[in-house]
Antibody, heavy 122, light 109 residues
Framework: QITLKESGPTLVRPTQTLTLTCTFSGFSLNTYGVGVGWIRQPPGKALEWLALIYWDDDKRYKSSLQSRLTITKDTSKNQVVLAMTSMDPVDTATYYC??????????????WGQGTLVTVSS | EIVLTQSPGTLSLSPGERATLSCKASQSVGSTYLAWYQQKPGQAPRLLIYGASSRATGIPDRFSGSGSGTDFTLTISRLEPEDFAVYYCQQYGGSPRRFSFGPGTKVDI
């Protein structure tokens, strides 16, 4: 059974760096083709993909946010960490991590965490 | 970066009716790289369709997907009360390949 859970601060001050951790079970990030992504959703708005890390440490970022994002993995702990610098109130959102199935010729997120709401405010 | 647009923004229908949701991409997307999700208030998105037309595990057969290139469609043949939700399309393309989501279509009563 695959599960993912996001953790991190619920409140971040403007200009600070947000660090979120996704702790997962039921799969290995050493498995060929597997990835873990981060997706966010501002209140009442659409989903926005942010970043993804693959089993081979290949990393992909949303182009407009690339300069602010860093994604890393710790396979021994079954964790993926997302860091986002220069936080602004517009970054207030629910942040989800999700499992990208390990099929190279397909691309979708089949398991999602419950999400964590991050508020950016002074 | 590939941009997805979805139409309509809101679809007002009744239970038992057919829903047809559109997703258009700014450039061609490989069919295997197009997925659809359903999201209800306060919940994480749920995968419905992957590879443009394959139903995910446990998804009822009233949900179907079709399309290729830049035009994709999600069809709900007969709406059940639990189908009233927001639906998002998602693609994986470009160079280097990146994900993106559409703005969503809300299906309400």
């Amino acid at each position: 059974q695959i599960t993912l859970k996001e953790s991190g601060p619920t409140l971040v001050r403007p200009t600070q760096t947000l660090t979120l951790t996704c702790t997962f079970s039921g799969f290995s990030l050493n498995t060929y083709g597997v990835g873990v992504g981060w997706i966010r959703q501002p209140p009442g708005k659409a989903l926005e993909w942010l970043a993804l890390i693959y089993w081979d440490d290949d990393k992909r970022y949303k182009s407009s946010l690339q300069s602010r994002l860093t994604i890393t993995k710790d396979t021994s702990k079954n964790q993926v960490v997302l860091a986002m610098t220069s936080m602004d109130p517009v970054d207030t959102a629910t942040y989800y991590c999700a499992h990208r199935a390990g099929y190279i010729n397909w691309a979708y997120f089949d398991y999602w965490g419950q999400g964590t709401l991050v508020t950016v405010s002074s | 970066e590939i941009v997805l647009t979805q139409s309509p923004g809101t679809l007002s229908l009744s239970p038992g009716e057919r829903a047809t949701l559109s997703c258009k991409a700014s450039q061609s997307v490989g069919s295997t790289y197009l997925a659809w999700y359903q999201q209800k208030p306060g919940q994480a998105p749920r995968l419905l369709i992957y590879g443009a037309s394959s139903r995910a595990t446990g998804i009822p057969d009233r949900f179907s997907g079709s399309g290729s290139g830049t035009d994709f469609t999600l069809t709900i043949s007969r709406l059940e009360p639990e189908d009233f939700a927001v639906y998002y399309c998602q693609q994986y393309g470009g160079s280097p390949r990146r994900f993106s989501f559409g703005p969503g279509t809300k299906v309400d009563i």
